[in-house]
Nanobody, 120 residues
């Protein structure tokens, strides 16, 4: 069974930095895109960053230039370095992974979420 587990959330002041990590565990055939989403109460889940297996990244406009996604394919781990944090970045962040089976079927997986609080 494939599972994702995030870590690294917490409290930070505006302008500060946090680094989120997400480890995927289980049996894999091919991990495709990994990334991060976030969801504030009452809002839809929104993309923060995607990173392909080859390292190509895609960011939401609101975080571009401040956040950096990276991954270690050998460790099945994806990271999100968040710099220059703003109060509006305060929410729950979810790790995401797309996995393809040997039968060429794609499945999406989500972590339980990690909370980021930006306070003055």
């Amino acid at each position: 069974q494939i599972q994702l587990a995030e870590s690294g959330g917490g409290l930070v002041q505006p302008g500060g930095s946090l680094r989120l990590s997400c480890v995927a565990s289980g049996s894999f055939f091919r991990i495709n895109v990994m990334g991060w989403y976030r969801q504030a109460p009452g809002n839809e889940r929104e993309l923060v960053a995607h990173i392909s297996s080859g390292g190509v990244t895609n960011y939401a406009n609101s975080v571009n230039g401040r956040f950096t996604a990276s991954r270690d394919n050998a460790k099945n781990t994806v990271y999100l370095q968040m710099n220059s944090l703003k109060p509006e970045d305060k929410t729950v962040y979810y790790c995401y992974m797309n996995h393809c089976t040997r039968d060429d079927e794609d499945y999406d997986y989500w972590g339980p979420g990690t909370k980021v609080t930006v306070y003055s």
